[in-house]
């Protein structure tokens, strides 16, 4: 087991590419810790994961709130140790519109919860690490942040910025036996997030489901999307110790879209 007794904090975890990371730490033998605003779904998700002989449990709550942030990491090191792992994958696309439409409000709820929450975590989970000189944060990004698609340049600025944030708190720790990587993964088929993309992408520029296949596809190498399970064997691969020399890096998980 590639994670045994370890303790991973996973945010997002209820579903999707949240979930399958937790599910796979859970049986490389991390005990996971879930958050998400959604109680139902962290608790299929925990109970999925017990089903399966894996050790989970969740605290639901909102990471705009940044209140919540500290009774997260305590309650998590209270009910299981110290954080080995922070996985931040929670995050929200935000309206679909140009830059010209967006409101100020609204760019401040994307940032706050793709952007600010990172931030927040990192900085209470940090010092842990470098105090005991191990540990790893890794932050799910996105392609968008590398290349330029309409209708989202608030999500688009606001996961940019996380690669930012990540390049320089790997600089700040990596002496320390810390490492900071980042994920970009390309449309991952079966997330409410590519769901509902798909249907604003879809209304946007009047194109059919199969339409909107067809374009995304094209511009992959591999012709299809990704799967979370596909992106969850990445972020296992950052966090266990076969990628012990790589830190302050921003992988691609997109089946050949983005080669930077």
Not at 15 to 34: H, K, Y
Not at 47 to 64: S, T, V
Not at 128 to 153: D, E, H, Q, Y
Not at 186 to 202: F, N, R, Y
Request: aromatic content about 6%; charged content about 20%; glycine content about 12%.
């Amino acid at each position: 087991m590639k994670l045994k007794n370890q303790i991973a904090l996973i945010t997002g975890g209820g579903r999707g590419i949240g979930r399958a990371i937790a599910e796979r730490f859970a049986r490389e033998g991390a005990a996971v810790m879930l958050t998400s605003r959604t109680e139902a779904e962290l608790r299929a998700a925990v109970a999925a994961i017990e089903k399966a002989g894996g050790n989970a449990g969740y605290l639901a709550g909102d990471l705009r709130e940044e209140a919540f942030i500290p009774r997260l990491v305590g309650e998590t090191r209270e009910h299981w140790g110290e954080i080995d792992i922070l996985g931040i994958n929670a995050g929200i696309y935000g309206p679909m519109k140009p830059v010209t439409e967006l409101s100020s409000a609204e760019w401040d709820d994307v940032m706050s919860v793709n952007l600010r929450a990172p931030f927040l975590l990192t900085r209470a989970v940090l010092p842990g690490m470098v105090r005991r000189r191990r540990g790893v944060v890794l932050n799910i990004s996105t392609i968008s942040a590398k290349l330029a698609f309409p209708l989202g340049a608030a999500y688009a600025a606001a996961k940019a910025g996380l690669l930012g944030l990540t390049r320089v708190a790997a600089a700040e720790v990596g002496r320390y036996g810390v490492r900071v990587n980042a994920l970009c993964p390309g449309p991952v088929q079966g997330t409410q997030m590519w769901e509902e993309v798909g249907a604003g992408l879809q209304k946007a520029y009047n194109l059919t489901e199969a339409q909107l296949a067809e374009e995304t596809n094209a511009a992959i190498l591999q012709g299809r999307p990704q799967q979370p399970e596909e992106v969850a064997a990445a972020a296992l691969f950052l966090c266990s110790d076969d990628s012990s020399a790589i830190t302050g890096q921003a992988v691609n998980v997109d089946g050949g879209e983005a080669f930077y």
